[in-house]
Nanobody, 128 residues
Framework: QVPLVESGGGLVQAGGSLRLSCAAS????????IAWFRQAPGKDREFVAH????????YYADSVQGRFTISRDNAKNTVYLQMNSLKPEDTAVYSC?????????????????????WGQGTQVTVSS
């Protein structure tokens, strides 16, 4: 069973919006953080944003600050990524990931090595 399943990707014109969803089938403890990463063709995977499961410890990459918003619905075990003012350089496979903050030090947690559970990703393509 895949612990995290992303949805909501697609093709959009520059300046448009998309909302990605990350549905978790694993049990998410209060100390967990959920993050979005993205990987463009030929590039390394990069951190996009994260949110804590209990409080609202938010953190964004500089490249998406002010355009993307991460949020969660604890009752639905789902995290969202609202992406506005999309640019062609936002084109990538977007994946969500989950990790436990216990014993990991202070946030932000921007390294992919910090996260233990991953989804399979959803493609976002922004045309110019």
């Amino acid at each position: 069973q895949v612990p995290l399943v992303e949805s909501g990707g697609g093709l959009v014109q520059a300046g448009g919006s998309l909302r990605l969803s990350c549905a978790a089938s694993l049990r998410i403890f209060s100390t967990y953080f959920i993050a979005w990463f993205r990987q463009a063709p030929g590039k390394d995977r990069e951190f996009v944003a994260h949110i804590s499961w209990r409080e609202s410890y938010l953190y964004y990459a500089d490249s998406v600050q002010g355009r993307f918003t991460i949020s969660r619905d604890n009752a639905k075990n789902t995290v969202y990524l609202q992406m506005n003012s999309l640019k062609p350089e936002d084109t990538a496979v977007y994946s969500c990931a989950a990790g436990n903050s216990v014993g990991r030090g202070r946030y932000p947690y921007t390294s992919e090595t910090w996260y233990d559970y991953w989804g399979q990703g959803t493609q976002v393509t922004v045309s110019s």
